[in-house]
C-alpha cells in the first residue's frame, strides 16, 4: 500500500460526522456547540482588541482610569454642586462613579460592537467562523478596561472611608446582566450596521441621549412613582441601580426596577440573537 | 455514496446585481418609507425587478478522500464562489454540499493579519482565525518562522514588513494548516519563483499525507503537477470533469484558439496565421518529442492570405514556469500568399528534460498579424548530463568533459 493510501485510510478512520451546507432556513437557533468549538477564536479577538487599543494610544491603560474619572468630576462640579441633585445619601463623587462604572462599560462595548462587522469584512468575506464571535468579543474585550475603572473606584471609596458591604457578593451578577444588556443591544447595532452604514453615526446621538435617559447624573427615585416601571423599560435602569446598590449597599435592592430590566434585556438579547443570525446568512454576500 | 469526503448536488448561488452599488442608508430606507404615500407608484426602479445573476448553477460533483482536485476556467466562472460555500463563508441559494471532515480554506494570503501586531503576534492570530488552536500554533511556530525566514523580525510590528515578507509569513503560516480539506485559491501565484517552489513543495507533501485538496490555479503547470482530476467551471456550471491531462489539453485549446489578438471573434484573420508546428522526422513518434541533443529542426506552418512585405518574424522559447529560454528575431520575411514553412535548424538544444513551448509571431509595419503561443508544448526527454547526487537545478543539459592534468608535483 503507498505511503498516501494508508495515510488516508488513517483519516478516514478517524472522520468527524458529515457537515451539511444548505440554503438558510426561516427558522435558527442558538448555536451554541458551535461557538463553544470557537471559543479559542473568541479568545484571540478579545486578546487582539485589547493588544491593539493599548499599542495604539500613548496614555493606554491610564485611559480606561482617566475617562470615568474626569467625567466623574465634572459631573460632581455641574450636577452635585451647582445644580444640586440629589444623590440619596451618598457623597455625589460616589454616587455618579458607581453610575459610571457600568455606564462606562457599556457605552464602550457599543462602540465597538456597532462596527465590528464592517471592520472585519475582510475576514468575514475569506474565512468562516460562526459570526456571532464578533460582538461577543467587542462586549468581553471592554471588561479590562472596566476592571481598571473598578480599581479607581475601590480607591475613591478608600477616600471616602466607605467600608465594603455584603452587597457586593452579587456584583459579578450585575456584571453578567451588564454584559447581557451590552450584548443584546450590539448584536442589533452590529447587525444593523452591517446592512444600514449610517448606523455607527447614529451611534453618539444615541449614546448621548441614552446617558441621561438612565440613573447615571440623577437617582431613579427622581421619577414621580407612577412613572418608575416606564422608566425600568430602559435596561440600563436596572443595571446602573443595581450596581449602585451592590457597591454601596444603601437600602433595599432596587427589586422591582430590576425585574423589569431584566424582561427588557432579556428580550433585547434573544431578539437581538435572532436578527443577528438572519443578517448572518447574507453578511458575506452584502458587506 | 461511498468515500466522498465532498458531495455537492444541484449548489446554485444567485446574487443580485445593480442594487448593490450603494449601500443601504436608514436614513433612505425611513424617507422611502415616509414618502411612500405621496408617490404616484411609477417609480420602484430598483425595487423588484433588481436582476439577479446565477453565479453558480447546479453544480454537482463528488470529491473522494485523498483526491487533489483542480478547478479551473476563467475569471468570473464561479471558481471563486464554489469555494466559499464549501467554505460556509457564504450560504448556497439551491442544493447543498456535504462536507465530511475539517475544512481549511485559504482564499487569500494574510487573512487576519493586523499591522499594530508584532510578526508573532500576527502569527498566533492569523493561525487561530485559520483554524489552528493556540496549542498547536505553539507547537508549529519554529516551523512556520523557518518556512518563513523571517526570524530576525518577529518581534517588530507587520507594517514595517516588506509586502514580499508579509507574504512568505503568510503563506507560511496557512501550508501549516492540516486540515483534512484545504481549499485553496490562487494563493499560489504569489510571491518571488523561489518561494513558489516552496509552496508548491509543501503542497505536494499535503497531498501526499492523505488529505484532500480542491485547488484553484490559472497556472496549468501547478495544476499538472498536484491535481490527479480537473473540474472546469464555465459560466456557473460544470463544463467538463475528468482527468488532469485530457481535460487540460482541452483548456488549452479553447484558450489559445481565441488568445491572439489579431483573430476576430469569428475566426477570420488578416494577412497571416500559424497554423501548427513539429519536429523534423522525430526519433520518438510524437511530433513534439525531442529525445536527442544533437542536431535538430524545428517546422512552423504558416497560412498567408495577403502579401506581406518587410515583415517581422519572432520566436521564443519558454520553459514551464513562463520563463524565457531564448528569444530570436528577424527582419525583412517577405510572403506571398499560400502556405509556409519556417524551419530552423539548431546544432543542439541543449535543454534540461521537461515542458517547454514555442512562441512564434509576425508582425508589419510594427503591428502584429500574429501571436502564437503554440501548442502542444514542446517535450525535452534527452539523456540527463548530471551528477546523479547532484541536486536537480539549471537550465541547460551539456555534456561535457572532463580531463585533471598535473601542473607541479608538490
Redesign the interface.
Known amino acids: 500500500m503507498s505511503e498516501g493510501s494508508m495515510a488516508a485510510e488513517a483519516l478516514l478512520a478517524s472522520r468527524p460526522a458529515v457537515l451539511r451546507i444548505v440554503p438558510p432556513s426561516r427558522w435558527w437557533k442558538l448555536p451554541i456547540q458551535e461557538l463553544w468549538a470557537y471559543r479559542e477564536l473568541l479568545y484571540f479577538f478579545v486578546w487582539r482588541d485589547i493588544k491593539i487599543r493599548y499599542k495604539q494610544t500613548a496614555i493606554g491603560a491610564a485611559w480606561a482610569v482617566l475617562q470615568p474619572l474626569l467625567t466623574m468630576l465634572i459631573f460632581t462640579l455641574f450636577f452635585g454642586r451647582l445644580a444640586h441633585i440629589p444623590s440619596e445619601g451618598l457623597p455625589y463623587p460616589v454616587f455618579s462613579y458607581s453610575g459610571l462604572l457600568p455606564w462606562m462599560y457599556f457605552a464602550a462595548a457599543l462602540q465597538a460592537s456597532t462596527n465590528t462587522i464592517v471592520e472585519n469584512q475582510r475576514l468575514i468575506t475569506k474565512v468562516y467562523f460562526p459570526r456571532l464571535v464578533l460582538p461577543i468579543s467587542s462586549v468581553v474585550s471592554g471588561l479590562v478596561d472596566f476592571g481598571i475603572s473598578f480599581l479607581m473606584f475601590v480607591v475613591i471609596m478608600a477616600y471616602y472611608r466607605m467600608h465594603p458591604v455584603w452587597a457586593m457578593l452579587w456584583l459579578p451578577a450585575f456584571l453578567v446582566l451588564a454584559l447581557l444588556t451590552a450584548l443584546g443591544v450590539g448584536l442589533w447595532l452590529s447587525a444593523l450596521n452591517a446592512i444600514y452604514r449610517d448606523v455607527r453615526y447614529v451611534l453618539p446621538f444615541m449614546v448621548q441621549f441614552w446617558l441621561f435617559a438612565s440613573p447615571v447624573v440623577y437617582p431613579a427615585s427622581l421619577m414621580p412613582a407612577k412613572w418608575r416601571w416606564v422608566y425600568a423599560l430602559n435596561p440600563m435602569t436596572g443595571v446602573i441601580e443595581g450596581f449602585r446598590w451592590a457597591l454601596v449597599g444603601h437600602g433595599a435592592p432596587p427589586i422591582r426596577l430590576l425585574l423589569v430590566s431584566t424582561g427588557v434585556v432579556l428580550a433585547v438579547l434573544i431578539s437581538g440573537l435572532a436578527y443577528f443570525q438572519k443578517m448572518e446568512t447574507t453578511v458575506a454576500d452584502v458587506v | 455514496m461511498s468515500?466522498a469526503?465532498i458531495r455537492a448536488e444541484g449548489l446554485g448561488k444567485r446574487?443580485r446585481v445593480g442594487e448593490?452599488e450603494r449601500?443601504?442608508?436608514?436614513?433612505d430606507?425611513l424617507t422611502r418609507a415616509i414618502t411612500a404615500p405621496f408617490r404616484n407608484g411609477n417609480g420602484r426602479k430598483n425595487g423588484r425587478g433588481a436582476d439577479h445573476i446565477w453565479a453558480l448553477r447546479d453544480v454537482s460533483f463528488e470529491i473522494e478522500?485523498?483526491e487533489v482536485i483542480g478547478l479551473i476556467g476563467r475569471n468570473g466562472a464561479g471558481k471563486t464562489t464554489l469555494l466559499?460555500?464549501?467554505?460556509?463563508?457564504?450560504?448556497?441559494?439551491?442544493?447543498?454540499?456535504?462536507?465530511?471532515?475539517?475544512?481549511g480554506?485559504l482564499?487569500?494570503v494574510g487573512?487576519?493579519f493586523?499591522p499594530?501586531?508584532t510578526g508573532r503576534?500576527n502569527v498566533?492570530?492569523s493561525g487561530?482565525?485559520?483554524?489552528m488552536?493556540?496549542v498547536e500554533i505553539a507547537r508549529k511556530f519554529d516551523e512556520i518562522v523557518a518556512f518563513s525566514e523571517v526570524e530576525r523580525f518577529l518581534e517588530t510590528p507587520l507594517k514595517h514588513f516588506s509586502s514580499g515578507m508579509q507574504t512568505r509569513l503568510a503563506f507560511a503560516v496557512a501550508a501549516h494548516l492540516e486540515p483534512?480539506i484545504l481549499l485553496v485559491d490562487e494563493v499560489l501565484a504569489v510571491g518571488d519563483l523561489e518561494f513558489q517552489k516552496k509552496c508548491m513543495g509543501k503542497m505536494q507533501d499535503v497531498?501526499?499525507?492523505?488529505?484532500t485538496i480542491v485547488f484553484v490555479s490559472h497556472q496549468m503547470n501547478q495544476i499538472r503537477r498536484l491535481c490527479s482530476r480537473v473540474l472546469w467551471i464555465e459560466g456557473g456550471a460544470i463544463r467538463e470533469a475528468g482527468a488532469t491531462a485530457m481535460i487540460l489539453g482541452e483548456y488549452e485549446s479553447a484558450l489559445s484558439s481565441g488568445k491572439s489578438k489579431t483573430r476576430r471573434a469569428d475566426g477570420s484573420y488578416d494577412a497571416a496565421r500559424f497554423v501548427r508546428w513539429s519536429i523534423e522526422s522525430p526519433d520518438a513518434g510524437a511530433p513534439n518529442l525531442l529525445n536527442t541533443l544533437g542536431a535538430v529542426s524545428m517546422h512552423f506552418t504558416v497560412e498567408v492570405t495577403r502579401r506581406v512585405k518587410s515583415g517581422h518574424h519572432g520566436i521564443a522559447l519558454f520553459n514551464s514556469e513562463r520563463q524565457l529560454m531564448w528569444a530570436w528575431a528577424t527582419d525583412e520575411v517577405e510572403l506571398e500568399p499560400g502556405l509556409h514553412d519556417f524551419r530552423y535548424t539548431f546544432p543542439t538544444l541543449p535543454l534540461r528534460p521537461g515542458s517547454y513551448s514555442w512562441q512564434v509571431s509576425l508582425w508589419e509595419n510594427g503591428e502584429a498579424l500574429d501571436l502564437w503561443d503554440c501548442l502542444p508544448d514542446l517535450i525535452i526527454a534527452t539523456e540527463v548530463h548530471q551528477h546523479p547526487q547532484d541536486q536537480w537545478n539549471g537550465i541547460l543539459n551539456i555534456p561535457c568533459e572532463l580531463e585533471i592534468g598535473r601542473l607541479t608535483t608538490a
Not at chain 2, 23 to 27: F, I, N, P, Q
Not at chain 2, 84 to 103: D, H, N
Not at chain 2, 128 to 131: C, E, S, V
Open positions: 468515500d469526503v446574487y448593490r449601500y443601504l442608508a436608514l436614513r430606507i478522500q485523498g466559499k460555500i464549501l467554505s460556509r463563508i457564504t450560504r448556497p441559494t439551491s442544493g447543498f454540499a456535504e462536507i465530511g471532515g475539517r475544512v480554506s482564499l487569500e487573512t487576519g493586523h499594530e501586531l503576534e498566533y492570530l487561530a482565525i485559520l483554524g488552536g493556540k483534512e497531498s501526499k499525507s492523505g488529505r
